[in-house]
């Protein structure tokens, strides 16, 4: 185990020679996601960075994740999930 790891720095270990395989496919499934909840995925995150896991922020991640879930794209996304096609947001 690597020590990054163990101290929650990296959530995956991949061998050097499986990097390249490894990073295209998580960079294929975040493109699989509409650009809006990945733009708010990237502001959730760096405004809850470094900070306290609280109450507070915690009401505050659920509302966020419920009005991007809740928007044009995000039903989108969950009828295109249900009915098991693409997304139009993303074609």
Do not use: F, W, Y
């Amino acid at each position: 185990m690597n020590k990054a790891h163990v101290l929650g720095l990296v959530s995956e270990l991949v061998e050097p020679k499986e990097l390249q395989a490894h990073v295209a496919n998580i960079v294929t499934n975040l493109l699989r996601n509409g650009p809006n909840a990945i733009a708010e995925a990237k502001r959730l995150v760096l405004d809850i960075a470094g900070r306290e896991i609280d109450a507070a922020m915690i009401a505050d991640t659920s509302e966020r994740i419920a009005q991007t879930r809740g928007s044009d794209e995000g039903r989108e996304g969950l009828s295109a999930v249900l009915e098991k096609r693409k997304p139009n947001c993303i074609q």
